[in-house]
């Protein structure tokens, strides 16, 4: 991908490593170099053109999930309260004479 981009330069040499090992993703560092006036395009058309690349070969880029998990004694004092009907009437619909 890097390089079919016309803009990223072939010197000084781009390289692409494991930068971390996070807890929901295997984070991959790209380095690539381009003129200064065409960085951010750059930057933005390989990020895409990655993506893009990924998903091609059916490799899906996750969002964080979360489990969580109650211990037995906890989930017994969990209990949900249901609201009883208010006896009370809306102040709109009182007849009220002052």
Do not use: C, M
Request: aromatic fraction near 8%.
């Amino acid at each position: 991908v890097i390089r079919e981009h016309p803009l990223a330069l072939r010197e000084p040499v781009p390289s692409v490593y494991v930068d971390e090992l996070g807890d929901n993703a295997v984070n991959i560092k790209v380095r690539v170099w381009a003129p200064s006036s065409e960085w951010w395009d750059v930057r933005t058309e390989l990020l895409w053109t990655i993506k893009t690349e990924l998903e091609k070969n059916g490799i899906e880029i996750p969002f964080p999930q979360r489990e969580v998990w109650f211990r037995n004694e906890l989930a017994g004092r969990v209990s949900v309260r249901e609201e009883k009907p208010s006896s009370l009437t809306p102040a709109g619909d009182r007849d009220e004479t002052i």
